[in-house]
């Protein structure tokens, strides 16, 4: 067998290894971590030098064995000649998207490579992790040299498990992230949010005993509120441990044996427990320990339901009063940078009376949603299924069920999160309805006790809008965005407009808004003044609570946001105006529209004893 085919399939071999990684570690925060985040050095890489030489063969199978970017190398004398040079290389702040850190990276799509250095001391007995909260949206990852794997995806965390590979004393992790939109990715070429790119949320050396408990579900079992139900999965050496998961306000102590898999159910009755809701977000320390590992996480319990045009929490109908928001701090334009980003975005839609929020269109921080389950607030978390997918291509299909499960694993004891959407807006087609229906079923397969829906299409014949999308037999809401009087129609025609909706299900509308430039006004007539997206609120509020089933709606948008497909120079400077507070955290005229309407329906579903 000649050389060559010796090396591809060494190499396949090698890039096959490379892009095993080791199930999520649930509680990542309730765990021993040292820090990543802070500065790192990094350099801009459009021909991907660091990683391809010359012939454009992958450095690192390449038979020059030249060495990429990752090696970090330094000049061992005078004459050698090296093309990089990290420590002389300017720094990003992580975590931190790159676009919003540097001018000339405003606009930039493409690879930069990002190395940080770290001492570390690690200890026999333990097992060690290195952990990314989200990376957008290629990421080749690299520690002291060596390549660890790639992960795709730009909202989801994953991590390698290096034990083993750690030094003691100084070590140095080498990050190439490359967020080039590709029509087979998830998402897409063409969205409507600026495509962030880098290491956008944390980085983490995580340690953990050599026996640990890598994953656990507490929550109550679906429509029950008086048993919790779940599982716990132990990892690493002896998988059959004595589990002991104590919940000491609830006067819970319960104890599992795992199996030799290192799982083992939970099931037990809950006697007092104070449920949560957006009223009383109450969370309860829940303590897991075995002999090696012990983690305590906080975890409200609650049950969601539809029930007919109900939706019901905790047994109870409960009306949607919502809000859309993006992962995006629209005052420092950026990712949201950490909790402070974070609570100020959740305190806007609290001042608006809302009680949920939908985190379009992909998975948010693992922080904002806990900080959804501390405020009180309800969650439509989101995989960016979004607009025209590559129906037919199955490693587009593979991509997004991974980046939905990795949703799900992460935030499944999140008592927020009541519904998991697939997707937002898919054009109809057959292999889209065979896409999106395997996506239905893996959320179903994964997560019982949750709502599963999507942002579905309808279309206009006459003044009816009809809502008759297939993919809505397969979901627990009937869900869609509508821009009556703003892609169609006008403020004031949009009144001869009904919905002719084609389920018997809750209804809860996912989009309706207008642009409006804060500050800007005129008479309703005219476009992108306060007063006419004030009067359209006015208008679809009126034409919305004409649909009987109607149980809820998150408006796009609560805060105006960055996007490369707005260019109209003064109205919109490539910002999306739609919100309902401007870039300068100016409450534009129709905020508050929508606060009387949630101010209303709060007085109604309270008065109705619902
Ligand atoms: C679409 C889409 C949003 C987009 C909005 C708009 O419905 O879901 O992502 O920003 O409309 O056009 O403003």
Redesign the pocket.
């Known amino acids: 067998m000649n050389t060559r085919l010796l090396f591809l399939i060494a190499a396949f071999i090698y890039a096959a290894g490379s892009h095993a990684q080791e199930p999520l570690l649930q509680h990542i925060y309730g765990r021993k971590n040292l820090s990543l985040d802070g500065r790192w050095n990094y350099i801009i890489d459009p021909y991907e030098m660091g990683y391809y030489d010359y012939r454009h063969e992958p450095h690192d199978q390449s038979a020059t064995g030249s060495g990429g970017f990752y090696d970090d190398r330094k000049q061992k004398d005078k004459g050698e000649l090296i093309e990089y040079n990290f420590d002389l290389s300017p720094t990003l702040k992580v975590p931190g998207d790159w676009n919003s850190q540097s001018e000339k990276l405003q606009f930039y799509e493409g690879s930069i490579w990002l190395r940080q250095k770290f001492n570390a001391d690690p200890q026999a007995g333990k097992r060690y992790f290195l952990y990314f909260g989200a990376v957008n949206y290629e990421a080749h990852v690299y520690l002291n040299g060596k390549k660890l794997g790639m992960h795709k995806g730009g909202f989801t965390p994953f991590q390698f498990d290096v034990t083993g590979k750690l030094v003691k004393g100084e070590n140095f992790v080498v990050v190439k992230a490359d967020n080039t939109r590709k029509q087979d990715e998830i998402p897409t070429v063409n969205t ?1 949010w600026w495509n962030y790119g880098g290491i956008t949320r944390d980085v983490l050396l995580t340690e953990v005993p050599d026996s640990y408990i890598a994953d656990y579900k507490v929550q109550l079992a679906k429509n029950n509120p008086n048993k919790i139900e779940g599982f716990v999965q132990m990892a690493g050496t002896a998988l059959s441990q004595t589990v002991t998961i104590f919940i000491p306000e609830a006067g819970i102590t319960q104890t599992v044996t795992t199996d030799n898999n290192g799982r083992a159910a939970i099931s037990f009755p809950v006697k007092k427990i104070s449920y949560w809701s957006p009223e009383n977000p109450r969370l309860y320390n829940v303590e897991i320990s075995t002999a090696k590992d012990k983690l305590t996480d906080q975890i409200g319990f609650r049950t969601i339901e539809t029930k007919g045009q109900e939706i019901l929490l905790n047994g109870k109908p409960v009306f949607l009063r919502g809000i859309s928001l993006h992962d995006e701090n629209p005052l420092i334009p950026g990712r949201l940078r950490g909790q402070g980003d974070m609570r100020m975005m959740l305190q806007w839609a609290k001042e608006m009376n809302c009680n949920y929020v939908r985190l ?2 992909y998975p948010h921080s693992e922080e904002m949603i806990r900080l959804a389950d501390e405020m009180g607030l309800m969650v439509w978390g989101e995989v960016p299924v979004y607009w025209t997918i590559s129906w037919l291509n199955p490693d587009t299909y593979n991509n997004a069920e991974k980046q939905l499960s990795d949703l799900i694993v992460r935030d499944k004891n999140r008592s927020s999160v009541i519904v998991w959407s697939i997707g ?2 898919t054009p109809l087609s057959e292999p889209r309805h065979t896409f999106m229906g395997k996506l239905a079923a893996k959320a179903r397969s994964l997560d019982d006790t949750r709502l599963v829906a999507a ?1 579905l299409e309808v279309h206009r014949e006459g003044h009816d809008v009809i809502v008759n999308d297939p993919l809505g037999e397969k979901l627990d809401l009937v869900s869609f ?1 509508e821009y009556a009087g703003w892609y169609w129609s006008n403020s004031t025609d949009m009144l001869n407009y009904k919905f002719k909706i084609g389920f018997n299900k809750p209804v809860v509308i996912t ?1 309706f808004g207008a642009d409006a430039l804060g500050g800007f006004h005129a008479d309703e007539e005219t476009r992108w003044s306060e007063e006419y997206q004030e009067l359209l609120y006015v208008n679809q509020i009126k034409m919305l609570t004409a649909i009987p089933a109607l149980r809820g709606m998150t408006p ?1 948008i609560l805060t105006d946001f960055r996007s490369p497909r707005r260019q109209h120079p003064y109205y919109q400077d490539f910002w ?1 105006r ?1 919100g309902l507070i401007s870039e300068t955290g100016k409450k534009k005229k129709a905020f508050f529209v929508l606060k009387a309407f949630y101010d209303e329906m709060q007085k109604k579903y309270k008065s109705e004893g619902k």
């Open positions: 409507d379009a269109h937002n807006e942002a965005n989009e796009w999306n739609k």
